[in-house]
């Protein structure tokens, strides 16, 4: 709304100067919260509650000194008043709605409400059919790219809804529609019913996001973890929240927006970096990664640890003490450690159990015999070097590395474990050619650490989260899943995919099997289909893979239809400077370019673009103009214009081709051009 109307153009006064209110109020917590961290370090307390106080006086420090710049509002609620036969709380109350509270004064009501506070709800879920209580849903329209000054406060538009007028305005269209340079943005001005819905999820449920391109769920899921963050801050924040993406570039990619929305010090990690005991130096065949990552495998591996515990293979006990000698007989022992085995704990806690009852056996001998016996004649007879030998043969120390080792370097140790799980043909695969002369040499893979991670959660829990948000999980492996779900036994799960683009060997074609591997077979399934960014001409050529891909998921829709879709056909040899044309014509429009090749033909598109004088950057270079990505890295990443290069040659270059081909497609959110010199796959 810009037109030249004295009621608009008062409002928009009003408006800055409350916005410049908010930046002064906003400056001076800053600096109280520093001060606050320099108070608190005089403060006298003991070692664990100082520890605790600074910690938190030194995180909303820090949160508030990296807050990004930018607008500090973007909506506004004015709640009807008594007059108007409204009631509650919120009656006549307006409230402006923006990425976190702004207050002069703790106890003095706020200039701008947290979007994930309660009240904010409203902003996203009310309608004329139920206002909810809300007469007028305001809207600001702020320059792109503008530092947040008050000056960039260019327009707005009122919804009536208490009249029964509801409408998506140009503000929220435009938002959606913004040219995307650089990492991605946060949401919270545009939510839509469906997400907020899911954003606002209780933190005890687990729940999975079966997402179309261009539906947001990358972005839900991001802003569920700075609503949890928000509502459950003792409950999140004591065990921690994980973000889980499929890569580094991703990760680079999504950085910035829990930080935009007040949240920092949230771990974001690849599940390579969150499982990895060892530097990835080795490599696996196709089959052999595929065997490990089978679910088989978890079988096979608590076979190979468990084999080690015998409870035959210590003699009788005697254990010294002073004049006497107090033993346990052989059948006792194995009764013992039967009785543990069967309780299937934690190796490493069975084996203190067998430990404790050898030494209340031998405690309850000494104490028939001469009375009760103190703590410290306890902890000596645990530490008697008989015991420790016995238990060293019956329920032996073991690392990880070691049986994993012993598993892939022993065709005889590996057919014991794999009996009835593993054909032979597997077995064979799983062999290391060439067995290192210790584990301490061995050459791990990418799939053996997560073998190594899951001996590791046999011998012992992991420290778990409360939290945890998985993009990208249709790419999970059974093996993958069963790392995550460890970390997560006490916590809940944002799951987060699209079956369409499940591209690893491995990739599921359900998510009933995806959630029983992750724990929560009961997490409810809601589909996203209705896209905001991906426009439909694009969607609608995407959709034509669908039937092929032999997965059961909705067609998406997108209610974008100001997209362009083009295609340019030329001979085979044609294509690197046909790309090239494809770039040029891209960069007189404004926005982000994209180059998505497949993998092997890299290099020769790049040798075009610089021999054409086009600067182009890497896909971890988020702010370059020009962007080359192979295929197999361009997953959750969007461009503004997309050249898509020879899609015949990225449906030809891996067994799921045509899911890699899906993903290409879907990463325009404006112009998508498809430059081929071989027939089109779809």
Known sequence: MTSPDPALHHALRQERAHHDRCRAALAAMAEGAREQVVTGEDVSASGADAEVLGYRLRSRAKAL????????????????????????????????????????????????VDWRAPVSR??????????????????FGW?????????????????????????????????????RVGPMRDIAATIQPEQDDLVRGEVSASVCVQ????????????????????????RVQRSGLLILGPNRTFLSYIAEVLPALGETGVRQATLREEIARHPVTGTDEERTAAVKHDARMAGVLRRALYARVRADAAGPLA????????????????????????????????????????VRHLQDQAERRGGPRTSAWVRRIERARPVGACLDAVWPRVRPEEVLAALLGDPRALAGAADGLLDADEQKALLWARPPRSWKSARWSAADLVLLDEVAGLLEHPAGYGHIVVDEAQDLSPMECRAIA????????????????????WAARSWETVLRHLGCPEAAVVPLTTGFRVPRAVVALANRLLERLGVDVPPARSLRGDGELAFRAVAPGEVPGAVAAAVRDALAREGSVG????????????????????????????????????????????????????????????????????????????????????????
Request: glycine share 12%.
């Open 319 to 358: 254990v010294p003490d002073g004049s006497y000698r107090w033993r346990v007989p052989a059948d006792e022992l194995a009764r013992i450690v039967a009785g543990v085995r069967a309780e299937e704990p934690p190796y490493d806690i069975g084996r203190e159990r067998v430990r404790s009852r050898i």
């Open 486 to 505: 460890r970390r997560a036994s006490f916590g809940s799960l944002t799951v987060l995919g699209d079956l369409a683009q499940g591209t690893t060997p």
């Open 211 to 234: 997402g179309a391109p261009g539906t947001g769920k990358t972005a839900v899921g991001l802003h569920r973890a700075a609503y949890l963050l928000y509502t459950h801050p003792r």
């Open 122 to 139: 409203a902003f996203y879920q009310a309608t004329a059919r139920d206002p909810q209580g809300v007469a007028v849903r305001r809207r």
């Open 143 to 179: 320059a792109p790219g503008g530092r947040g000054d008050s000056a960039d406060l260019t327009g707005l538009e009122d919804e009536h809804l208490g009249r029964g007028e509801s409408r998506a305005g140009d503000i929220v269209r435009r938002e959606i529609e913004r040219p």
């Open 65 to 112: 000194r990296e807050l990004p710049e930018g607008p500090l509002f973007f909506g506004r609620l004015d709640f009807a008043g008594a007059a108007a036969g409204a009631d509650g709380e919120h009656a006549g109350q307006r409230y402006h709605i923006g990425r976190l509270r702004i207050t002069e004064h703790p106890a003095d009501p706020p200039l701008v």
């Open 595 to 682: 180059v998505v090749t497949a993998d092997a033909e890299l290099p020769r598109i790049r040798a075009a673009l610089d021999a054409a004088g086009i600067g182009t950057g890497g896909p971890e270079e988020l702010g370059a103009r020009v962007t080359v990505v192979p295929a197999s890295v361009v997953k959750g990443l969007e461009y503004d214009h997309v050249v898509a290069v020879e899609p015949a040659a990225i449906a030809e270059a891996e067994e799921r081709g045509l899911h890699r081909l899906y993903v290409v497609l879907t990463r325009a959110v404006s112009r998508l051009e498809v430059v081929h010199g071989r027939p089109l796959p779809f």
